[in-house]
């Protein structure tokens, strides 16, 4: 069930209605629960007793942690729900993966293996609502959370439908607490979620959506295009994806407002972000957060000295791109933006070169976009021809009488793309923007969510876009 849908417009409507028939507040919760497993099994199918499991199997780990005084048992059980929780996502997510990594490897040393792919469906949101369930059992055993006593609280922590399939990546200590509360639908709240949702289909349908064609167009095959299509065609994907995800996390932020609940922020202008380290902290941040607290800094951080910082750091990101997607692109994404992050660390205390912040800005946007080249490009003969042309320029060999006719054929995501750096910038120097629509009088906010609903039913394109993040 798609955010951008109707059918998502009619599953909120009717759930605050049935919402409003209930007094109990433990009737509520139940009714979020069921909701929210209808919600998965719209977009899975049956698929959604992974959720149960995740959620059976945490709950009652969790519990075994806590009760246990022997760090012994403790370890036992912490191990028992991380082999149970990647096992699920590596099976489902990774499988068939390596059988072709089995068979690349035979090939290579003349075994010809034979070894058949797995007829698997991949769960939606399967990597998030796995790191969530860890995260609980992990913080349980660190002391650092009590677990919870009630299943049904803690089941609508991990299967919460506005960002069960794709974030953000909530923690236990964050949502939990929140319970303890009436679910109530007020007024404050529903205007409020009804900005945050707004901004969402805005940067989804609008901008997200009507760049995806000019994207495929130009990265299907990019072979003998110029560094002018190749950097253009990086630009558009930088601006869908930021557009696509972010979007995602708005709507999902407005819904979870709606009905009473703060979900964390995950996206803090990234494309503002002046050195490799600063845009982990501006971009997916309940990810890079996850990383940090239970990978990075488990194996050490930067504790143990220079090297063992540096291996770190590359097993954090090779890690964080292989979550992305059982696929050798995001783990040379990963594995790239490891090398920036080393190679800042690096610098760092050094060199005191670029003092402009918008140079900083500039340099660093281009390595991360140059990232997102890699993200984006699947089939490795089109990206490294992709990198060359990004790295080596030769706009010389698009002439004017190319150029002009590919921009006028492509205006209107060209203009999409202008108007996005326009109000980006624009949003960076207006701080708190969506509160600042927010805080506009009934009839001004009135007008402008018009507005938007006439942007949307102008601009909407024919065929619906699936958000990028549902396959991870």
């Not at 380290?277 to 607290?293: A, E, G, P």
């Not at 089939?379 to 706009?395: E, G, S």
């Amino acid at each position: 069930m798609l955010f951008n849908s109707i059918q998502f417009a009619i599953f909120m409507i009717v759930l605050l209605l049935v919402i409003e028939l209930f007094r109990k507040n433990r009737l509520r919760l139940s009714l979020l629960v069921v909701a929210s497993y209808f919600f998965y099994y719209a977009d899975s199918g049956l698929l959604f007793v992974l959720l149960l499991f995740s959620s059976v199997l945490d709950f009652y780990i969790g519990r075994k942690i806590y009760e246990n005084e022997s760090l012994r048992k403790r370890k036992f059980f912490l191990i028992l729900s991380v082999i149970g929780n990647l096992g699920v996502l590596a099976f489902f997510k990774y499988a068939n993966f390596t059988i072709g990594v089995a068979n690349d490897i035979g090939n290579l040393f003349g075994a010809s293996p034979s070894l058949s792919a797995l007829n698997i469906v991949l769960p939606v949101g399967i990597s998030f609502f796995t790191f969530q369930t860890m995260s609980y059992t992990i913080d349980i055993y660190r002391r650092k959370l009590t677990p919870s006593n009630s299943f049904l609280k803690y089941a609508l922590f991990v299967s919460f439908f506005p960002q069960l399939v794709a974030g953000p990546i909530v923690r236990a200590s964050e949502f939990l607490p929140q319970l303890e509360n009436r679910v109530t639908i007020v007024a404050d709240n529903l205007k409020l979620g009804l900005t945050y949702i707004s901004w969402g289909l805005v940067k989804k349908v609008i901008f997200a959506d009507n760049l995806a064609p000019f994207v495929d167009s130009i990265f299907s095959d990019p072979t003998g295009l110029s560094s002018f299509h190749i950097i253009l065609g990086t630009l558009a994907f930088g601006i869908q994806i930021y557009c696509d995800f972010s979007g995602y996390t708005d709507i999902a932020i407005g819904a979870a407002r709606i009905l009473g609940f703060r979900l964390p922020k995950n996206f803090n202008k990234p494309y503002f972000a002046r050195n490799p380290s600063d845009f982990w902290s501006r971009w997916h941040i309940s990810l890079s957060t996850w990383l940090r607290d239970y990978l990075y800094i488990p194996l050490g951080g930067n504790r143990k000295g220079k090297s063992r910082t540096v291996i770190n750091l590359m097993i954090t990101m090779l890690l964080g791109g292989l979550w992305h997607g059982a696929a050798w692109n995001f783990v040379i994404w990963g594995a790239y933006h490891g090398t920036l992050l080393v190679i800042h660390k690096w610098i760092t205390g050094r060199f005191n070169i670029i003092k402009s912040r918008v140079v900083s800005i500039f340099i660093t946007q281009y390595f991360i976009f140059l990232g997102w080249l890699i993200f984006r490009v699947g089939n490795f003969d089109h990206l490294m021809f992709a990198i060359k042309k990004f790295l080596f320029l030769d706009f010389f060999s698009a002439g004017v009488s190319e150029i002009i006719p590919f921009l006028l054929a492509n205006k209107f995501a060209i203009l999409l793309m202008i108007t996005f750096i326009y109000l980006h910038v624009f949003s960076y120097k207006v701080h708190n923007i969506i509160y600042k629509v927010n805080s506009l009088k009934l009839s001004h906010w009135t007008v402008y969510v018009a507005f938007v609903l006439l942007l949307l039913f102008l601009f909407t394109p024919s065929l619906s876009q699936a958000f990028i993040y549902f396959q991870f």
